[in-house]
C-alpha cells in the first residue's frame, strides 16, 4: 500500500509498505481524509517536542472499516468511521482519574506511532467510533475540535465571559467556536489580517484584534468594564505570545495554555499572585471532548469543514508539504483525500464481464 513517510524534518517520501493485518481487537481502516494538523507541520518543521524520525504522520484520520477483527462486530463493515488516535494505557494516575488524555505512556497515532498518511490502517476498535450521518471532511476534523471542546471544558467558561482566543490557526478557530457555544463573549487576537478576516466571515467571529494594528490592552478593557478576560487561551504556538498572555487575563481569571512550545515560558510572579490567576495546561482531548463535537457537528452548530482550505491526493503530500507549512498560501487546514486504487479502475485492473461464453 502506499504510505508518506517523514523521513526527517523537512523531508517527506512516497513509500511502498504491506498492508496491515487486523488483529482480533482492531479493525482496518481504509483511510478516506486527514487533516494535517499543527502537530503535522512542526515534525515536519523538526520543532515538535515529541517526535522521533523516520514516522508516517496522520492523526486526523477518517475513512471507511473494510475489516473487523474475531472480537468485533463484523456488521461495522463498510461504515465511516472516525479515529479517536490517542492510545493511553488505562492504568496509570492519569488514566484512573479519567484523564487518559494526557496518559503518562501516552502513545498517539501519528505522532509516537506511525499514523494514518497511508491506504490502510490497523486501530484498536475502542478508538474507532462509526457515524451514519457526517460527512467524511467532517469526521477527520472531529480530534482537531476536540482539542478545543477539552479546552473549553477545563477552563469552566461560563455564559456571559469573555473569552480571549490568541492564535486564529485551526485549534484557535475551534476553541473560538466551541467557547461561543458555551455562550461566552469571544475575541480572537492574531497578527495574520488574513486569519481574522476568515474568522470573521466564514466562522462569524465577529470580535477579532490584531495586536500590530489594535491596542489590545485597551480594547479588552473596553469589553469588559476595565477588567479584562475571564479567559485566555493560548493557540500560538509561539512562546513570546504565550507570556504576553498572562496580561490580557483578568483578576480571578484562567489562563489556559492550549499550544504546546519547545520552551520554557516565564511571568511575573507579584502579577500572577495580586490576580490569583489559575495557570491550566490542555493536552489532547478526552471522550467526553469528542462526544461533545459530534453532537455540535450533528446538530449543525458547529461547521469545521468550513475551515478547509487546501485538498490535496495521499501521493501528492510530499509536494505539497512546504506549502502547507507557509501561512502566506493562506492555509487554514488542508485536507488529504485518498483516491483509494479500490475505489478507483484507473488504478486497478478491471474485470470486465465476459462477452464471449
Ligand atoms: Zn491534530
Ligand atoms: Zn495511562
Redesign the pocket.
Known sequence: MRTVVCAEPGHMTLEQRDSPSCGAEEALLRIRRIGVCGTDIHAYGGNQPYFSYPRVLGHELAGEIVEVGSEGDPDLVGKRAYVIPYL?????R??RHGR?NC???MQVIGVHRDGGMCDTLAVPLDHLVVSDTLALDQLALVECMAIGAHAVHRSELATGELAVVCGAGPIGMGVAQIARERGAQVVVIDTNPERLAFCREKLGITLTLNPNEDDIDTALKGLSDGELADVVFDATGNPAAMQAGFDLVGHAGRYVLVSIVKADISFSDPDFHRKELTLLASRNATRADFDQVIQLMESGRLKADAMITHRAELADVPEHMPAWCTPATGVVKAMIELDNPLDNPHQEPRHEPDHCQ
Do not use: I, K, V
Open positions: 493511553h494505557c488505562g492504568e496509570c492519569a488514566c487518559t496518559c503518562q505512556r
